[in-house]
């Protein structure tokens, strides 16, 4: 299991976001907003973090508050919630 660094997890959200149909891969970035820059509405981040949640749940990531996935409005504040609520080993 690779391990959780910040590095790593920017590049599991950017993997992430490369996947979704329809968005130009150009578009992603760290500090690209979602809905502004890329064109996401809620439903595509609701599934982009259930992606996220599945993929870190063996790093002992809690899982996203509903509340909070409304607020990460970048990638980058992705990484951070992720990177303060993964267990740290």
Known sequence: MEP???KYVEGVVIDTLKEVPGLPVEEV???????GDMGLDSIDTVEIAVELENHFRDYG???????????????RK????????????
């Open 4 to 6: 959780v660094t910040r």
């Open 29 to 35: 970035s760290l500090d690209a907003s979602y809905e």
């Open 61 to 75: 990531f809690p899982g996203f508050d509903d509340d909070d996935v409304a607020s990460l409005r970048t990638p």
């Open 78 to 89: 992705t990484v951070d919630y992720i990177m303060e609520n993964v267990r740290k080993a």
